[in-house]
């Protein structure tokens, strides 16, 4: 009889004690659980860039602009590399001459931003007039994976015509590269703003 007592007193004491633990185990499981548990982003590239500062680029070519003090500028016969090798990416400046072309000219450098539409999202046209420089031109921003993501051609009508795109080294990936393509796309910018023919 004493025995059975033991027993039961026992197995009362174990059930009171694995009650204890499933109640400590909730209320613990309970309260890490305060933040909702989500799934990891991908990860996008959190990139800075110091803010740009500009100069006159002087050069023999018929043509001068402002230039951004980080890049660094090849000049071959008034084509113009400008590189950002922390970007990996390069802004092409090419100079044609006119001479009773102006209209393929034209249809040249839209081709050019229209060849790039099977992988882009939009193409949006801003047109640029500045009537007493005698630039006269259209800046094309290009959204999606699309190998350049800014173009724009530039002129007087007469004398000069001036193409320029930037491409980036890497396969694009529009989200990846969005900090350094608004970066270079506000240089291509002041590039053409500042554009001026020589006399």
Not at 87 to 111: E, F, G, P
Request: proline share 4%; aromatic share 12%.
């Amino acid at each position: 009889e004493k025995n059975k007592t033991n027993k039961s007193y026992v197995i009362v004491i174990m059930i009171q004690n694995i009650v204890k633990l499933s109640c400590l185990g909730l209320f613990l499981s309970l309260i890490s659980c305060g933040d909702e548990t989500l799934p990891k982003p991908k990860g996008q590239l959190s990139l800075e860039y110091p803010k740009a500062k500009y100069s006159k680029l002087e050069s023999n070519c018929s043509f001068t602009f402002d230039k951004n003090n980080l890049a660094l500028i090849k000049d071959k016969s008034c084509a113009f590399e400008i590189n950002y090798p922390k970007m990996k990416a390069t802004i092409y400046l090419t100079h044609k001459s006119v001479n009773n072309n102006i209209d393929n000219l034209l249809r040249d450098a839209q081709k050019l931003t229209y060849d790039h539409v099977v992988k882009a999202d939009d193409i949006t046209e801003q047109p640029f007039i500045n009537g007493k420089k005698k630039v006269y031109g259209m800046f094309y921003e290009v959204g999606g994976n699309a190998a350049t993501n800014a173009q724009f051609y530039a002129t007087d009508s007469t004398k000069n015509f001036i193409v320029g795109s930037v491409y980036f080294y890497a396969k694009p990936n529009f989200d990846s590269i969005l900090p350094a393509a608004q970066y270079l796309k506000e240089d291509m910018r002041r590039i053409m703003e500042t554009l001026e023919w020589k006399q």
